[in-house]
Each structure stands twice: as structure tokens, then as C-alpha cells.
């Protein structure tokens, strides 16, 4: 999954559970014991779908660090290629773009 992809679900699940976290406090007044039980539920749910996402973006922020570590020992290890390889990069680009 790419990092816009996995951001943007991170994002919609705070949002889902911003809005859960909405509609209970907004029936919590309802004295029905079914309401109670579902809140209960729903509840436990939502801590559980937190958790996750602190687990996830956890996770998310190790990766990206790994992969910076990465490029960064890459470029230590090998300067001239790194040197080479961002030179070609800006030619292309530079071609690509001057065609327009």
C-alpha cells in the first residue's frame, strides 16, 4: 500500500471513529437497556479500532524511518553513483519537462 493510500486510511478512520464517538455521546441520554448494551458494544469497538490505529501509524512511521535510513546509508556508501543516478534524473525531468 503506498504512503498517500495508507495516510488517507488512517485519516478516514479517525474520522469513522470521530463519528461513532459522536452518536454515542449523542444517545447517551436514551434509557432504553438495549441502547445501554449497544452503546456498551460499540464502545469497546471503537477503543479496540483506536488501538489499531495507533498500532498502525506506529508501524507506518517505523517503515518510513527504515526506509530513509536506507537511502541515506546508500548515499553514504556509494556517493558517485548516488551522484550519477540524481543526474540522470534531472536530465530526464529536465527533458521531460522542456518538451512541453
Known amino acids: 500500500m503506498s504512503e498517500t493510500n495508507t495516510r ?6 479517525r474520522a469513522v471513529v470521530a463519528d461513532a464517538e459522536a452518536l454515542l455521546s449523542a444517545t447517551a441520554h436514551s434509557a432504553d437497556e438495549r441502547a445501554h448494551s449497544m452503546r456498551e458494544k460499540a464502545t469497546g469497538t471503537i477503543e479496540q479500532a ?10 507506518f512511521g517505523a517503515q518510513a524511518k527504515a526506509v530513509a535510513d536506507d537511502a541515506h546509508r546508500y548515499v553514504r556508501d556509494n556517493p558517485w553513483q548516488s551522484l550519477g543516478i540524481a543526474a540522470v534524473a534531472g536530465l530526464v525531468i529536465g527533458v521531460l519537462l522542456g518538451r512541453r
Open 8 to 13: 488517507q486510511l488512517i485519516d478516514d478512520l
Open 50 to 59: 483506536r488501538a489499531r490505529l495507533e498500532s498502525l501509524e506506529h508501524a
